[in-house]
C-alpha cells in the first residue's frame, strides 16, 4: 500500500514536470530560471494549468472511490449525484447572460449551481438515508439539469454564445490562470477534507446499513458529509475545466486490484492516480499534432467510453 503511493507520487511528480515543458513550444529544463524571457511562459501559462490538472484528476478520482464506496456500486461516478450536471448548468447560464466576462463570476455560478442541485439533493432524499432513494434523486437531477442545459443552448442569443456554451462544456485547462487556482483548488482542500473523514463509515457499510448502524454509523449524517464533500470537489472541478468525466469511474478501477478492496484503503491511490491520469492527459492534447488542442473533455470520453463498455462485459461474464 505504502510502495504505490510512493510509485504514483513519482508518477505524478514527473507527469507535472513533463506538463510544465512539453506544449506546442517545448521549453528546455535551462529556460526555467527567471532571467531567461521564456519563464513567462513557465510561469503564467503552465504552471497553472499543470496545478489545476493535477487538482481537477485528484477530486475527482477521490470523488469516484467515495462514490463508489458508499454506494457499494462499482459503477458508480461522481456525476451520479447530479453535482456535476448542475455546476454545468451554473456555468451555462453565467456565458448565456453575459455574465462570464470577469474571471470570477463563472467559476461562481458552477459553483452555486453545485450548491444548489446538493440542497435539492438533500431536500428530496429527505431524513431516511436511503441509498436507493437517493441514487434515484440524484438521476432526477442530473436529467433535469441536463435538459436545462439544452435548452439554453437552444435559446442562446446568438450564434457566438451557443458556441461558446458548447465549447466550455467540452472540458479543457487552456488559457487557465493563478485566478482560477485560487478560485478551485481551496474549495476542492475542503471537500477533500470533509470526505476524508468518511473512510471508517465507509469501511463500515461494506458490511451492511444495518451493521453499519449498529458499529455507529448515522447514515444521514454521512449522506450529508459525502453529498457535501462530492459537491465541493466535482462543482470546484467544473468551475475550473468544464465537465470532465469518467475519471472518477475509470481510478478506483485501476487502483483496486493493487491497494485492496476496501474502500478507505483505495482514497488516496485514487486521488493520486486521478492527478497522474488527467496530468498526462493535458500534456498529450497539447503536443498531439492537431490544427486545434483536441479538448480534454473529449479525450477523457473517448478513454472512458470503453472502459464503461468493458466493466459491463466483464460484469456480464461474472453474473452468467
Known amino acids: 500500500m505504502t510502495r ?14 513533463l506538463s510544465v515543458a512539453a506544449g506546442k513550444v517545448w521549453v528546455p529544463l535551462d529556460a526555467w530560471t527567471s532571467a531567461d524571457p521564456r519563464s513567462l511562459i513557465i510561469v503564467e501559462l503552465r504552471l497553472p494549468r499543470t496545478v489545476l490538472a493535477l487538482a481537477v484528476g485528484a477530486a475527482l478520482g477521490f470523488s469516484g472511490a467515495v462514490m463508489q464506496g458508499y454506494l457499494r456500486n462499482p459503477l458508480a461516478d461522481p456525476g451520479l449525484f447530479g453535482v456535476s450536471a448542475g455546476a454545468a448548468f451554473g456555468a451555462v447560464c453565467a456565458l448565456f447572460f453575459g455574465y462570464a466576462a470577469q474571471a470570477w463570476l463563472l467559476p461562481g455560478f458552477a459553483l452555486a449551481g453545485a450548491g444548489a442541485t446538493m440542497a435539492m ?9 436511503s441509498l436507493i432513494l437517493f441514487t434515484l434523486a440524484g438521476m432526477i437531477l442530473t436529467s433535469i439539469a441536463g435538459s436545462l442545459t439544452a435548452l439554453a ?12 456554451i458548447v465549447t466550455w462544456l467540452m472540458g479543457a485547462l487552456t488559457d487557465r490562470s493563478w485566478d482560477d487556482v485560487l478560485v478551485a483548488v481551496p474549495l476542492m482542500a475542503v471537500g477533500a477534507v470533509i470526505l476524508a473523514r468518511t473512510a471508517a463509515a465507509l469501511d463500515a457499510l461494506t458490511l451492511g446499513e444495518v451493521a453499519a448502524r449498529s458499529m455507529g454509523v448515522d447514515p444521514r449524517r454521512l449522506q450529508l458529509a459525502v453529498v457535501a ?3 465541493l470537489l466535482v462543482g470546484a472541478s467544473v468551475a475550473a475545466a468544464g465537465v470532465i468525466g469518467f475519471v472518477g469511474l475509470m481510478v478506483p478501477h ?16 485514487s486521488a493520486l492516480a486521478g492527478a497522474l491520469l488527467l496530468t498526462v492527459a493535458d500534456t498529450l ?11 480534454l473533455g473529449i479525450a ?3 478513454l472512458g467510453g470503453p472502459f464503461f463498455l468493458y466493466l459491463l462485459v466483464a460484469m456480464r461474464r461474472r453474473l452468467a
Do not use: D
Request: aromatic residues 2%; glycine residues 8%.
Open 285 to 295: 492534447v497539447r503536443v498531439l499534432p492537431t490544427v486545434a488542442e483536441l479538448r
Open 121 to 129: 439533493l438533500a431536500l428530496i432524499a429527505g431524513r431516511s438515508g
Open 300 to 302: 477523457m470520453s473517448m
Open 153 to 164: 443552448i437552444s435559446l442562446a442569443p446568438t450564434p457566438f454564445v451557443a458556441s461558446e
Open 229 to 231: 464533500g462530492i459537491a
Open 4 to 17: 504505490l503511493n510512493l510509485w504514483l507520487s513519482l508518477g505524478v511528480i514527473v507527469a507535472a514536470l
Open 254 to 269: 485501476l487502483v483496486r486490484p493493487l491497494a485492496g478492496h476496501r474502500p478507505s484503503a483505495i482514497l488516496l491511490p
